[in-house]
């Protein structure tokens, strides 16, 4: 566990990592970022997510940022019921994934998002401005108030799982409220948006609780690529605070849930949703390309597995192409002193690397 600072817009801000044992410079981990609900901490979907468990297992880094105080609780700006908020949180949660990728060996491709509560709603909100950056979002009792629908445009089909109980009594299953609307009304704007067959293909789940009271179904949305699917998880008699395996279900566990729907998806160049190989997932594909020294100053030796003749290129995180070329040997030094200082990808033979040029 890591408990960092970031100064954004004039204002000193929190967020906790978690690290898997293990971790290791020359490993590109995926990230998982995580939103607590409104007046929670950090330390409290930390706590009982479950999230850092599965971390262990399938190694991958979770990021779970702070919110900022509104009438002295803290919350997430998603407009609807926190409209009195002037805090740019999008801003805010942009830089936290930039600080990241800066700081850590991780996939750039592979950033995650979901969210319980008012962290569900910008979870979703993360989908709708942050799309460039999140490969994949999940939201847990969250919707979307009517600022964030009206103004949702990700450009691409964005992969998204919906997790609610269908007794929350506080953002309804199937009622609009006064500042956003149901459950039920998100699913059919994703399901829309992604071009998904209407008619989904329904599981249940088997029930492991007899003292739960609630039972769970799975609807799946999916399109003509696998990267167009809505997920949605049907809490029967749940309320509020469904986290299945930590509140309001026992019958599966959540975080584990939410980690075989992300581990499938990845972004290519921040534009469109890519499924994510059996080569990807295990990490074999990191030692098949890599970079030294990181971080960079005048050179940087790119490392392959293959001496084939291949091109290359070095992009600037919002996609701008800064030096392309070709590589010939297994072993090739590439000229940066025409480069800018900052955080760049290389990018050859279908991988992507994190280039830090000081």
């Given at each position: 566990?890591?408990?960092?600072?970031?100064?954004?817009?004039?204002?000193?801000?929190?967020?906790?990592?978690?690290?898997?044992?293990?971790?290791?410079?020359?490993?590109?981990?995926?990230?998982?970022?995580?939103?607590?609900?409104?007046?929670?901490?950090?330390?409290?979907?930390?706590?009982?997510?479950?999230?850092?468990?599965?971390?262990?297992?399938?190694?991958?880094?979770?990021?779970?940022?702070?919110?900022?105080?509104?009438?002295?609780?803290?919350?997430?700006?998603?407009?609807?019921?926190?409209?009195?908020?002037?805090?740019?949180?999008?801003?805010?949660?942009?830089?936290?994934?930039?600080?990241?990728?800066?700081?850590?060996?991780?996939?750039?491709t592979r950033f995650?998002?979901?969210?319980?509560?008012?962290?569900?709603?910008?979870?979703?909100?993360?989908?709708?401005?942050?799309?460039?950056k999140f490969a994949?979002?999940?939201?847990?009792?969250?919707?979307?108030?009517?600022?964030?629908?009206?103004?949702?445009?990700?450009?691409?089909?964005?992969?998204?799982?919906?997790?609610?109980?269908?007794?929350?009594?506080?953002?309804?299953?199937?009622?609009?409220?006064?500042?956003?609307?149901?459950?039920?009304?998100?699913?059919?704007?994703?399901?829309?948006?992604?071009?998904?067959?209407?008619?989904?293909?329904?599981?249940?789940?088997?029930?492991?609780?007899?003292?739960?009271?609630?039972?769970?179904?799975?609807?799946?949305?999916?399109?003509?690529?696998?990267?167009?699917?809505?997920?949605?998880?049907?809490?029967?008699?749940?309320?509020?605070?469904?986290?299945?395996?930590?509140?309001?279900?026992?019958?599966?566990?959540?975080?584990?849930?939410?980690?075989?729907?992300?581990?499938?998806?990845?972004?290519?160049?921040?534009?469109?949703?890519?499924?994510?190989?059996?080569?990807?997932?295990?990490?074999?594909?990191?030692?098949?390309?890599?970079?030294?020294?990181?971080?960079?100053?005048?050179?940087?030796?790119?490392?392959?597995?293959?001496?084939?003749?291949?091109?290359?290129?070095?992009?600037?995180?919002?996609?701008?192409?800064?030096?392309?070329?070709?590589?010939t040997t297994t072993?090739?030094?590439?000229?940066?002193?025409?480069?800018?200082?900052?955080?760049?990808?290389?990018?050859?033979?279908?991988?992507?690397?994190?280039?830090?040029?000081?």
């Amino acid at each position: 566990m890591e408990y960092s600072t970031l100064y954004f817009e004039g204002e000193e801000r929190v967020y906790i990592l978690y690290l898997p044992s293990g971790y290791e410079d020359e490993q590109n981990l995926p990230v998982v970022f995580a939103f607590h609900d409104m007046t929670e901490l950090a330390a409290n979907i930390y706590g009982y997510s479950g999230l850092n468990e599965v971390a262990e297992e399938h190694k991958f880094i979770v990021c779970y940022p702070e919110g900022d105080l509104l009438f002295n609780l803290t919350h997430w700006n998603v407009g609807g019921f926190t409209q009195d908020s002037d805090v740019n949180d999008v801003g805010y949660v942009n830089a936290v994934v930039n600080k990241v990728i800066e700081d850590y060996n991780v996939d750039d491709t592979r950033f995650y998002a979901c969210g319980r509560g008012n962290g569900g709603f910008f979870s979703l909100l993360s989908a709708c401005q942050l799309s460039h950056k999140f490969a994949a979002v999940a939201s847990a009792g969250g919707s979307m108030t009517f600022e964030m629908l009206g103004d949702c445009n990700p450009g691409r089909p964005v992969p998204v799982l919906q997790l609610h109980g269908t007794e929350d009594d506080w953002v309804y299953y199937d009622q609009i409220d006064t500042f956003y609307n149901s459950a039920l009304d998100v699913i059919d704007y994703w399901v829309t948006h992604n071009e998904c067959n209407t008619e989904p293909v329904i599981e249940a789940v088997e029930n492991q609780s007899d003292t739960d009271n609630s039972t769970v179904e799975v609807f799946t949305y999916s399109g003509e690529t696998e990267c167009q699917k809505v997920v949605h998880y049907r809490v029967n008699g749940a309320g509020r605070y469904a986290w299945p395996g930590a509140s309001g279900n026992f019958d599966f566990e959540f975080a584990e849930a939410l980690w075989t729907f992300f581990s499938g998806y990845s972004l290519e160049d921040g534009t469109s949703c890519q499924p994510v190989s059996v080569a990807e997932v295990s990490g074999e594909r990191a030692k098949a390309l890599m970079l030294y020294p990181q971080p960079a100053q005048d050179k940087i030796t790119v490392v392959r597995e293959s001496a084939e003749p291949s091109t290359y290129c070095i992009m600037s995180l919002s996609g701008q192409i800064a030096r392309q070329g070709h590589l010939t040997t297994t072993h090739q030094q590439i000229d940066l002193t025409t480069l800018s200082p900052g955080v760049y990808v290389l990018c050859s033979d279908g991988l992507r690397r994190r280039l830090i040029v000081h």
